[in-house]
């Protein structure tokens, strides 16, 4: 359809006069049987998106105006006592450091909480930006 935008890993969408960054991804902290082995690395699959955001978010100065992630950082990770450091969440908590944005919005955790003024957890909830 028109009217629906995959946002992909690591990139800048200008929607609507508004810029976001986009960064998909998370581990599961649930334990799970893994019957057959991938040869596909997921950890060096987002790396590799990792080189991208940075490269993308450099050519904005670290300056976006929201932010849309799966997860979250560490620090926002901590206060949800969800907290398991992982590699995504670590380039999240490298990323909440550099980058300058008005909010910042992610899910993964099934249900909706305003951390504070600038982080919130969107599960059910839909949001109007203002």
Not at 73 to 97: H, M, R, T
Request: proline share 2%.
């Amino acid at each position: 359809k028109d009217n629906i935008i995959h946002l992909t890993r690591g990139q800048i969408f200008n929607i609507d006069g508004n810029t976001f960054f986009t960064m998909g991804g998370g581990i599961s902290h649930k334990k799970r049987i893994i019957k057959k082995k991938s040869k596909i690395n997921p950890e060096e699959i987002f790396k590799k998106d990792t080189v991208e955001a940075h490269r993308n978010l450099e050519a904005v100065n670290y300056k976006v105006d929201y932010i849309l992630t799966h997860t979250c950082s560490n620090e926002i990770n901590k206060e949800l006592n969800y907290f398991k450091p992982d590699y995504v969440s670590n380039f999240l908590s490298v990323i909440q450091k550099k980058v300058q944005y008005k909010h910042w919005y992610f899910g993964h955790f099934h249900k909706d909480k305003s951390m504070d003024d600038k982080h919130t957890c969107l599960y059910k909830q839909i949001k109007k930006l203002t």
